[in-house]
């Protein structure tokens, strides 16, 4: 299939013109070669596919059912929102919840979705501070050690991509260490830590910090904290930027502070993404949406609705950021994040036809995973 009349959105820059895609590959691009099989995309944006790294749900599924069944119905909720890569999200629950769904998450990585792919797993704790605890269950904590870590991984340490937890509690070091010789990203969430014991577990390995100022010490001027310490360093971070979880201002300062290179946009989005307003539930919490904000019963924010075609419109509408470079953030960032770098989350000869076209106002129009077209 030959999709002419594009406006590529390369690494670095945005030009017009045409991507030739054959067996499942990007075979031309700018090619003179013929094909059977041409699609004019008339002026639309032509872009990597996003890839979301913190998701829990969508579709009225969350990752902790369990099922296969339910990761496949995430898959095809978000592929619909230009998602054609993802790492379903685990939450504090009990271990045996956990390894569930690291059961459903390995089956539907090796097996496919009829959706967006499964790339890996993130476990967003239990190896987390009863100090900031965000929508996570505190009865289901667990104390980071290795021994801990290995009755949750038990036959999924493959699939496992990244691990939150936060490094102040005590034995968090050596798992730090551990996690990350074994090329698993460690990140830094739900965290009370000071600037000096991030800078610390950042030494061990910690390489990631969790939706940058929720569920974290904020950065003051004799106590920068973990966002301190996130912007001091060459860690990566991610934002949930849907307005809600951070003001734009302050997303503004963290895309100015750490670059473009080092920020991922994700969605963490529990079961009601796509879904009406209501009543749903979040790693067995109750969840009331109501105008687009997803709160657990005592108003704390549990989630997000938001889906990653929005995220890239609203910092699209509400910086002077360049429009490559934002979807550099919820495309190539997220593929190095997940180690898949070298054949998706950009547009070049011989990465994977994850293809997305879009608007001027970031509206899908269709979505193509390894040059099948899924949306």
Do not use: W
């Amino acid at each position: 299939m030959l999709i002419k009349n594009c406006n590529i959105v390369y690494y670095d820059r945005i030009e017009k013109g045409s991507v030739l895609i054959k067996d499942g590959k990007i075979k031309e691009i700018n090619t003179d070669t013929l094909d059977d099989n041409v699609l004019d995309a008339e002026g639309l944006y032509l872009a990597p596919g996003f890839i979301d790294v913190h998701i829990h749900g969508a579709g009225g599924c969350d990752t902790m059912d369990g099922t296969v069944e339910s990761i496949n119905k995430i898959s095809k909720a978000i592929v619909e929102h230009g998602v054609t890569s993802f790492t379903p999200t685990t939450m504090t629950v009990s271990i045996e919840e956990i390894r569930n769904s690291l059961k459903a998450i390995k089956e539907s990585k090796e097996n496919g979705t009829e959706g967006a792919q499964v790339l890996g797993a993130h476990l967003e704790g239990p190896f987390i501070s009863y100090e900031a605890l965000g929508a996570q269950n505190g009865n289901y904590v667990l104390e980071p050690t290795i021994d801990n870590f290995k009755k949750i991984s038990d036959g999924y340490e493959d699939v496992i991509t990244s691990v939150t937890l936060a490094p102040e509690v005590e034995g968090a070091g050596e798992l730090i260490q551990y996690i990350s010789e074994k090329g698993i990203v460690c990140s830094i969430g739900h965290t009370k830590a000071t600037y000096e014991e991030c800078i610390e577990a950042i030494k061990l390995g910690a390489s990631h910090s969790t939706h940058l100022y929720n569920a974290m010490t904020g950065f003051k001027h004799r106590s920068p904290g973990v966002v301190g310490a996130t912007f001091d360093t060459d860690i990566t971070t991610e934002t949930i930027s849907d307005g809600i979880h951070i003001s734009y201002p302050a997303l503004r300062v963290a895309y100015k502070q750490k670059g473009t290179d080092k920020v991922l946009l994700v969605s963490d989005s529990m079961m009601a993404c796509c879904m009406p307003d209501g009543d749903y539930s979040l790693g067995g919490q109750k969840v009331t949406v109501k105008n687009g904000v997803a709160t657990l019963e005592d108003g704390v924010l549990a989630g997000s609705v938001l889906t990653l075609d929005k995220a890239v419109r609203n910092i699209y509408k509400n910086s002077k950021l360049p429009l490559n470079e934002i979807v550099k953030m919820a495309t190539y960032n997220g593929a190095r994040h997940c180690k898949v770098e070298d054949h998706k989350g950009l547009i070049k000869e011989g990465y994977d036809a994850d293809i997305i076209l879009f608007d001027d106002n970031i509206n899908i129009k269709k979505v193509f995973i390894n040059g099948k077209e899924k949306f």
